[in-house]
């Protein structure tokens, strides 16, 4: 069951990736984005990370992806179907670039994947914690201990991008 | 699941790579950059099942980190709309030797 849950959600992710490399429109491409958050947060819940699934949906697929589409409707460009595609050196080395990632990808995972699926057993502890504290708790714990500095870091860090968003986006810079 | 899910991540990677470097559209590159994101997102849970909790703080920071970039990369693109009227690449050719 889960094996063929887990392909359905990676087809579609795949699937919608393409899409919004492939639409015309941008607003088809944003649709096909979240339609990638959303079957990446099903993987997610498959890996049993569920807080951060559901931070995918609210913060990703919810917040970010909103942000994008305001931004375009905002300059009005959601009726553009113009051809969009970069001139032919671009287009070949964009195609050779992606050839290498690709081949260098089947090589590796066909060369040997035996030494990556031994459990080493972190994933029972992960799956202890979940029991013991809750899909929340058990990355509360570690984030307000161990990564607690850098975690009110990320904090400073948004109040820098809300503050550098509105002077960049002022009128007279 | 490991193996599966490193595959279908490289396989978002690369069409996302493959997106930023092959359309013009300002806004649709910035989107690929995301997908970008969330592809080494999907690499970091996988690998949090064999390597401990910490994975899945990272994509925590990632993701925060993602939503810092794209308000502030949104203001720029805005701001360089109101200038040349344009999303298109082709026509950001001001510091371009």
């Known amino acids: ?173 | 699941m490991l193996v599966e899910s490193l595959v279908v991540a490289g396989a978002i990677f690369v069409v996302g790579t493959l997106g930023v470097i092959v359309r013009r559209n300002v806004i649709i590159m910035f989107l690929c950059i995301e997908l970008q994101l969330n592809a080494v997102n999907l690499t970091f849970v996988a690998f949090s099942r064999y390597v401990g909790i910490e994975g899945q703080v990272f994509v925590f920071f990632v993701i925060a980190v993602a939503a810092a970039e794209a308000a502030v990369g949104l203001a720029i693109i805005i701001s360089i709309f109101r200038h040349y009227e344009t999303v298109d690449v082709k026509h950001f050719n001001l510091l371009k030797w």
């Open chain 1, 1 to 173: 069951m889960t094996e063929i849950l887990f392909f359905m959600f990676a087809a579609v992710a795949v699937g919608a990736a393409v899409g919004v490399v492939a639409s015309r429109s941008p607003v088809a491409s944003l649709l096909f984005m979240v339609t990638t958050l959303a079957s990446t947060a099903g993987i997610f819940v498959l890996l049993e990370a569920h807080f951060l699934a559901a931070v995918q949906i609210m913060v990703y697929a919810g917040a970010i992806m909103v942000l994008f589409l305001f931004v375009i409707m905002l300059l009005n460009l959601g009726t553009e179907y113009r051809r969009d595609i970069q001139g032919n050196v671009a287009l070949i080395i964009g195609f050779a670039v992606t050839g290498l990632l690709g081949g260098l990808l089947v090589r590796q995972l066909s060369g040997g994947t035996a030494g990556l699926e031994t459990n080493f057993g972190p994933g029972d502890a992960i799956d202890a914690a979940l029991l013991e504290h809750g899909a929340v708790g058990a990355i509360a714990r570690p984030l307000f201990t161990d990564y607690v500095v850098p975690f009110e870091l990320t904090g400073i860090l948004l109040l820098v991008a809300i503050v550098g968003a509105l002077v960049l986006a002022k009128k007279a810079v």
